[in-house]
């Protein structure tokens, strides 16, 4: 039989009415009453049907998700998921919408976050790009109660409350794996191309990258980073450079810009062996593992991560548990052989 709030009274030895304050999150509770309460809650496995409760009131949820003004698929496919969760919006009782910043500008992410504290959505979903005033802003929101999910990009050391993205220096050993495994006992230089190193999922694939680079596969050097700011035409003239030099022999893209790279390649790796490994299975990744360009594709589910970013700001807004193991979000490996 499920526990009732009437055995969380019991057990705390409170009332009813203080079962409800703390269930509802009210003032008016003594911290060591509250504290009575929740440790009965968790003891007896008791879970309020919030769900129930908000459909009573008509509750609509009101999020923002941030994003980069960017020219590259992943982030239409991104924004494309966006769109799919404001169609279910009825149905999830959200109201969804999106606010545009410019990449790699944290002036700007700060200042739109600035404007949504006066809004007070319930929940903000946003790319994050690691820079000390992003990360003061997110605290103080955090403070004032605001819940605030990181997507894609983390902002590690700040009081975000969740992450939804992969395990990014995971992400960047995974790659290194590949591309060492595939060059076999081949030395030569490796080429690097990241969108910033402002953007933290980037620095962590490279760090995860070069610790295993370094440690199993020393014949093989990696170059100065190219960054090519997630710019198709910018990503294409660094990588068409970057090819003039003989000795590189393998490529690791670890963020986007991969048309430009793709069309480098093709014009400039002609009656050359390159390896290369990439990030975002996407319309041109895909056409590109078909016809080898790429070798093999890191890859994240969009999708997965937006509707995990709404069951967390929704599960925070209503002062819930969330489910870790359900917002796990996966690396897949995808080769020319497993595509789907």
Excluded: W
Aim: net charge neutral; aromatic share 4%.
């Amino acid at each position: 039989m499920r526990p009732t709030v009437h055995d969380i009274a019991a057990a705390a030895g409170v009332s009813l009415a203080t079962v409800d304050r703390v269930l509802n999150q009210r003032p008016g509770v003594r911290h060591v009453t509250r504290e009575k309460v929740e440790t009965a809650i968790r003891e007896l496995g008791y879970i309020r049907d919030v769900a129930a409760a908000n459909l009573a009131k008509g509750r609509t949820y009101p999020l923002v998700f941030i994003l980069p003004a960017s020219d590259n698929s992943f982030m239409h496919g991104l924004n494309a998921e966006i769109r799919q969760a404001v169609l279910r919006s009825p149905a999830e009782r959200t109201d969804i919408r999106t606010i545009e910043v410019p990449a790699f500008d944290p002036a700007a992410l700060v200042s739109v976050l600035e404007e949504l504290s006066r809004e007070r959505p319930c929940g903000i979903a946003m790319v994050a790009t690691d820079a000390p005033d992003v990360r003061a802003t997110v605290d103080r929101l955090v403070r004032e109660r605001f819940p605030i999910v990181t997507l894609v990009s983390d902002l590690t050391g700040s009081l975000r409350h969740h992450y939804a993205g992969v395990d990014n220096i995971a992400a960047g050993r995974t790659a290194a794996r590949l591309l060492g495994r595939f060059l076999g006992s081949r030395k030569g230089e490796i080429a690097v191309l990241a969108g910033s190193m402002l953007v933290r999922d980037h620095r962590e694939r490279l760090e995860g990258f070069a610790a295993v680079m370094a440690a199993e596969f020393p014949h093989l050097a990696i170059l100065s980073v190219l960054e090519g700011r997630d710019d198709p035409e910018v990503a294409h003239r660094l990588v068409a450079d970057a090819l003039g030099n003989a000795d590189i022999i393998g490529v690791y893209s670890l963020g986007a810009g991969n048309r430009g790279l793709i069309r480098a390649l093709k014009e400039k790796a002609v009656g050359r062996t390159l390896t290369v490994i990439a990030h975002e299975l996407t319309a041109h990744t895909r056409a590109a593992l078909v016809d080898n360009t790429i070798d093999a594709i890191l890859n994240q589910d969009a999708g997965h991560e937006v509707r995990s970013a709404i069951r967390v700001l929704k599960a925070k807004a209503d002062g819930l548990a969330v489910i870790e193991a359900q917002e796990r979000i996966r690396l897949d490996i995808f080769l020319k052989d497993n595509l789907p």
